[in-house]
């Protein structure tokens, strides 16, 4: 059986390339785009992602940096899966126990709430998807704010954070990931999407730690 191959060791100059294009990104107009940090999946229910309470501090701090520049999203089930169609109504026939009727209790959907303290300044957008992209408000809000940058967080890594980095990157915006304050249910997907951005979108997503992005973002 073959050997997995060693993983290449990054270089000074890597290192040094990367905190030079962190700087330069994040010496544009940023604005923070805080994935789901709901209720729902950081408490006892079927959707729980374990790893939120580790990463909920690292999000927190962040928060609390640029709160004025932080943009919360949430998802929203419909009230009833007859609401939707295809394969979200069978999604949603599934989890019928989160839709808007069955929901218990409804304030689920809310922000945990050690972010929630943080609106306003902070702002929540609500989403009925995935990605927060879906339709053009979103987009809008950032171009009015005259957004260049957005750093990403939140949950989940392989789910609604994937969707929202690759439509950001899709309509021009540089994107940073901060590796330490997203998380998953599961931990192959997750590795696996951060190995994507490291190798194949380097020039659109930058990663980076939250201490790094911090010590940047001036």
Not at 105 to 125: C, E, H, N, S
Not at 161 to 178: E, I, N, P, Q, T
């Amino acid at each position: 059986m073959a050997k997995t191959a060693p993983r290449p060791v990054r270089s000074s100059a890597e290192d040094d390339w990367t905190r030079e294009k962190l700087e330069e990104v994040l010496s544009r107009k940023t604005a923070h785009l805080c994935i789901d940090m709901q209720r729902m999946f950081a408490e006892e229910t079927d959707w729980r992602t374990p790893w939120m309470d580790r990463v909920l501090p690292v999000v927190e701090r962040l928060v609390a940096y640029r709160p004025e520049a932080t943009i919360f999203t949430r998802f929203l089930p419909p009230h009833d899966p007859d609401q939707v169609t295809g394969g979200w109504r069978r999604y949603f026939e599934r989890w019928r126990n989160f839709t808007g009727s069955e929901m218990t209790p409804p304030g689920l959907v809310d922000l945990v709430p050690a972010l929630k303290r943080y609106v306003p300044p902070a702002t929540v957008f609500d989403k009925p998807v995935y990605s927060p992209f879906y339709g053009e408000r979103l987009d809008e809000i950032l171009r009015e704010r005259e957004v260049e940058t957005l750093v990403v967080s939140g949950a989940e890594t392989d789910v609604c954070v994937v969707a929202a980095v690759f439509d950001a990157v899709d309509r021009g915006y540089d994107v940073v990931l901060v590796k330490d304050a997203v998380c998953s249910s599961a931990d192959e997907t997750h590795d696996a999407l951060i190995t994507v951005y490291a190798s194949r979108l380097s020039q659109q997503v930058t990663l980076a730690t939250s201490r790094d992005v911090m010590a940047a973002w001036r």
